[in-house]
């Protein structure tokens, strides 16, 4: 009951959350609405006995990346976005990508439905801490490792884009402005 | 009606042990604002408030009432939503943590020595509903939700505080606000990445994210390492830096520099918006205190308590609590202390201090403590 409850709380503020993101045209609320989703989604991974997802999503998500996104908006003072009318045929492939999300709901839908309800293990750990450590490091070692690699090669790229700041036609550049001021 | 009420009953306990929570850590700050009067005033060689009340004691009252009656300007070009939402996500993410405090330990019956005293009032079946309620509190926690990720918790809900910072300072349409508020977010950003590493030592001792599990496994541990701040005082130190950066203070205050920055990101905010997020920083330096404590000080626990009064008995749950408080006071007296005693980082030098020295040293520590746990356990 309670459950339920909360459920349709928080799917109802991630879906409206959700909404006023696209429809802002001022960035910065679309990045604040988009923090409601996440947290909203958090909430619903919470009733979902995983706290630990719930957790992670929002020290990644909303308290990491989306941060980082704000950031930008305010460093650009990105001024609201103007319709542009070259870009009208978007609208005809958004209305098919949306039909095709709604066919596979329902689809998903028709398959829950479908299938015998199980019975629910009160002694199930899925969402724990403990056994989402102890699969990641045994059954599912390899997406990890993999993931490790891809991010090192991430901070790498990062490291070496920062780099070619360095070099010496741009350093004289820096100076000059210094020796300007 | 019987139904009724057994349903009722646990949001009833959660809501009456989240407003004595609230109350007290509201009372806490309040007075932790005095102390910080007081104390800076001696460290300066002065008095303090001394005019509300004897010896000022009811300065943080008086304090409030101000701000509640000032004048609540609103910039003409601000952001107006976003300029009003600020405050409120500071608070709010600055309380939310409340909820997984350790407070003490377990009670095991605090109840059942009431009940003969109490008048037998039979509900629906139940002959008693008075022994009932003695019989659901027995094996009460002094936290009001028990989730086993506390840790991870704290660390994420701080972290959402900084848009009520960041945001702030951006809504305001104020070169210094905005200034203020990039700081702030930057410095946020980095030292967190420091304290959550330096955090992941004392959760490999313990081997779990549940706050009141560290405390248990800090009271189970050898002698030695009774208390998690000596296996772990590079930890502890780099926990200690980064949180006095994480809550924007002295010497790490540059997001309210008032000699460059007027007052930084709430230049802008008067009377109660104001007062909103300077009870932010307030409840946030209570929250880092009490991370201090709950991990490496052992939190409510005292070696050798035990042996004084029973284990789970009210005056046990009392003494801890008192202990647990006290070690709280201790942090935020040093905090004091601190803002009283260094100057002010300059910006590129708290950069720098975060990104190449504090994290390298966390990061060396938590591989250390990887190895010594892997070889403590085989």
């Known amino acids: 009951m309670a459950g339920t409850v909360l459920f349709f709380l928080f799917a109802g503020f991630a879906i409206a959350c959700a909404v006023s993101m696209v429809y802002h045209r001022n960035p910065l609320y679309s990045a604040i ?25 929002i020290l990644v998500y909303a308290g990491a990346i989306m941060v980082l996104v704000v950031f930008v908006i305010m460093l650009l003072n990105l001024d609201e976005d103007k319709p ?8 005809a492939v958004g209305g098919g990508l949306g039909l095709a999300l709604l066919a596979q709901t329902f689809f998903i839908f028709y398959a829950v439905l479908k299938t015998p309800k199980a019975e629910v293990d009160p002694n199930m750990t899925a969402g724990r801490t403990m056994s989402i450590g102890r699969a990641m490091y045994t059954e599912y070692l390899l997406p990890v490792e993999i993931v490790g690699v891809m991010l090192l090669m991430a901070i790498i790229g990062a490291v070496i884009l920062v780099r070619k700041m360095e070099q010496p036609h741009l350093e004289l550049v820096s100076e000059g402005e210094d020796e300007k001021e | 009606m019987e139904t009724a009420f057994k349903t009722a009953f646990p949001l009833i306990v959660y809501s009456l042990g989240i407003v004595a929570a609230f109350g007290g850590v509201m009372m806490i700050v309040a007075y932790t604002v005095l102390a910080e009067r007081k104390v800076l005033g001696w460290i300066q060689g002065r008095i303090g408030p001394n005019r509300v009340g004897p010896w000022g004691v009811l300065q943080p009252f008086a304090d409030l009432l101000k701000f509640i009656l000032k004048e609540d300007l609103t910039p003409d070009k601000s952001t107006k939503f976003v300029y009003f939402l600020a405050p409120i996500v500071a608070l709010t993410a600055a309380f939310l943590p409340m909820v997984v405090y350790p407070f003490g330990p377990p009670l095991s019956d605090p109840l059942g020595w009431l009940v003969p005293y109490l008048p037998v009032i039979p509900l629906g079946t ?58 702030s977010s930057a410095q946020m950003i980095s030292y967190e990445l420091a304290m959550g590493a330096s955090v992941l ?31 772990q ?72 308590l035990s042996h004084i009064f029973e284990v789970g008995s009210i005056p046990y749950a009392l003494a801890s609590h008192a202990a647990f408080l006290l070690k709280i006071f201790f942090f935020l007296f ?45």
């Not at chain 2, 060396?364 to 356990?377: A, P, R």
Request: hydrophobic share 55%; glycine share 8%; aromatic share 16%.
């Open chain 1, 33 to 57: 609405s988009l923090i409601g989703v996440f947290l909203a989604l958090a909430a619903l991974y919470l009733t979902l006995a995983a706290p630990f997802i719930a957790i992670t999503q």
């Open chain 1, 84 to 91: 542009l009318n070259r870009l009208k045929y978007l609208y």
């Open chain 2, 126 to 183: 139940e002959p008693n509903i008075v022994a009932w309620i003695a019989e659901q509190a027995k094996n009460m926690p002094l936290t009001i939700a028990r989730i086993d990720i506390g840790v991870l918790f704290v660390l994420a809900v701080t972290s959402v505080g900084v848009y009520g910072i960041a945001l702030a300072g951006w809504s305001s349409n104020n070169k210094y606000s905005l200034m203020g508020g990039l700081r």
């Open chain 2, 201 to 231: 030592g004392v959760v490999m001792l313990a081997g779990t994210l549940d706050l009141n599990g560290i405390i248990n496994a800090q009271a189970n541990s050898p002698w030695y390492m009774r208390w998690f701040i000596i296996p």
């Open chain 2, 233 to 304: 005082f590079i930890g502890f130190i780099v926990f200690l830096i980064s949180a006095f950066a994480e809550t924007n203070r002295v010497p790490f205050d540059l997001p309210e520099a008032e000699t460059e920055l007027v007052a930084g990101f709430h230049t802008e905010y008067s009377a109660l918006k104001f007062a909103l997020f300077f009870m932010a920083e307030y409840v946030n330096m209570f929250t880092v205190s009490v991370m201090c404590v709950v991990l490496f000080l052992g939190g409510w626990y005292v070696p050798g």
């Open chain 2, 334 to 378: 040093l905090y004091i202390w601190i803002r009283g005693t260094l100057p002010r980082f300059r910006f590129d030098q708290l950069m720098a201090f975060g990104w190449k020295f504090l994290l390298p040293v966390a990061i060396g520590n938590v591989i250390v403590t990887t190895i010594v746990v892997f070889l403590m356990n085989r």
